[in-house]
C-alpha cells in the first residue's frame, strides 16, 4: 500500500533531497555508493523503476495521487510519498513541479565502457559537453536513433541530472552509458582494442561528408562529439580515425550539438 505523508514541517530532513541539497550534493562524489538522483514524472520514475533503480521516497501533488501517478504509486509498496498542494510543494522546492512528481531514487553502479560495448556497433562519445539539456536531448536521440552506448569524457556533466534526466524522457534508463577514467588518448585508445573506428564530428580541412560510403560501411563506429562552443579538442581531432561534417545550406557552419548528434545517428547507423 502507499505511505502517503502530509507536508506539514518544511524542516523535515526527509525532504531535504528536494528542497536543500544541491546536484552536487545529490551526487555525493565522496561516497558514490550514498549518491541520489531526482527524476520527474510517473513516466520517466516508471523507465527507471524498469531498469532496476531503486526509489527512495516521492513527492507529489496531492491530487496525482488518485490521478495520473495511481498505477506508479502499485509498483512502489510503502516508499514513502510526501503530498501537498501545488503551491505548498513550489514553495519547499523552489520552482513549480512541472509534471507534479518528483521521485528520490539512489544512483546505480557505474558501468563500465568495456562491458556496454561489448556487442555494441554504434556508440555516441561526448567530450566535456556541460549543458544539461544537450545531454538530455542527445539521450533521447541515442534511444530512438539506434544507438547502443553512450561514453562520456571525464568533464561531461551528469546525465542523471534533474534536467537531463527530463529531457531525455527516460531514455538515459534505457541506454547504457559510463564514463571513461581519462580523455582523449587513453579513452580512444580504448575503443581502438575494442574494435572501434572512431568518427569525430567538426568542420577541418580534412573533414569528409557524413553521408561518405566508407563511414557507413564501418562495422563499428564510435561517433565523437565535442563540447558546445568549442567544439572537439584539437588532441581528439588528431587521434581519431576520420572527421566528418554536415553539410549545410545558406552559409550555416554548425548546428547545436545535440541537433548534430540527431543527424549524425541516423546517417551513420547500422546497416545491418
Known amino acids: 500500500m502507499p505511505n502517503i505523508i502530509e507536508i506539514t514541517d518544511f524542516t523535515d530532513p526527509a525532504l531535504d533531497v528536494y528542497a536543500r541539497l544541491t546536484e552536487a550534493q545529490l551526487l555525493n562524489r565522496l561516497d558514490p555508493s550514498a549518491g541520489l538522483f531526482i527524476a ?51 514553495r519547499l522546492t523552489g520552482y513549480p513541479l512541472t ?5 528520490a531514487m539512489r544512483r546505480p553502479a557505474p558501468e563500465k565502457v568495456e562491458a556496454i560495448c561489448r556487442d555494441a556497433r554504434r556508440v555516441a562519445v561526448l567530450e566535456d559537453i556541460v549543458d544539461t539539456t544537450n545531454i538530455g536531448a542527445i539521450f533521447r536521440s541515442a534511444a530512438a536513433l539506434g544507438i547502443d552506448a553512450v561514453l562520456l569524457s571525464p568533464a561531461c556533466c551528469d546525465p542523471l541530472n534533474r534536467r537531463a534526466v527530463r529531457v531525455s524522457m527516460g531514455t538515459v534508463f534505457q541506454v547504457p552509458w559510463a564514463r571513461f577514467e581519462a580523455w582523449p588518448e587513453a579513452g580512444l585508445d580504448l575503443l581502438r582494442k575494442l574494435g572501434f573506428c572512431s568518427v569525430a564530428m567538426a568542420l577541418t580541412d580534412r573533414s569528409v561528408s557524413i ?60 546497416r545491418q
Open 40 to 90: 520527474e514524472s510517473p513516466v520517466v520514475i516508471g523507465y527507471a523503476l524498469d531498469a532496476g533503480i531503486q526509489p527512495v521516497s516521492l513527492l507529489m501533488e496531492r491530487r496525482h495521487i488518485g490521478g495520473k501517478a495511481s498505477e506508479l504509486l502499485q509498483r512502489l509498496g510503502d516508499t514513502p510519498v510526501y503530498t501537498a498542494e501545488r503551491e505548498v510543494l513550489a
Open 99 to 103: 509534471r507534479g512528481v518528483l521521485c
Open 211 to 270: 553521408d561518405d560510403p566508407l563511414l557507413k560501411q564501418r562495422e563499428r563506429l564510435a561517433i565523437v562529439l565535442g563540447t558546445e562552443g568549442d567544439g572537439l579538442a584539437p588532441a581528439t581531432l588528431a587521434l581519431c580515425d576520420h572527421t566528418a561534417r554536415i553539410p549545410m545550406a545558406h552559409g550555416v557552419d554548425s548546428l547545436n550539438v545535440a541537433a548534430a548528434s540527431a543527424v549524425a545517428f541516423w546517417e551513420l547507423r547500422s
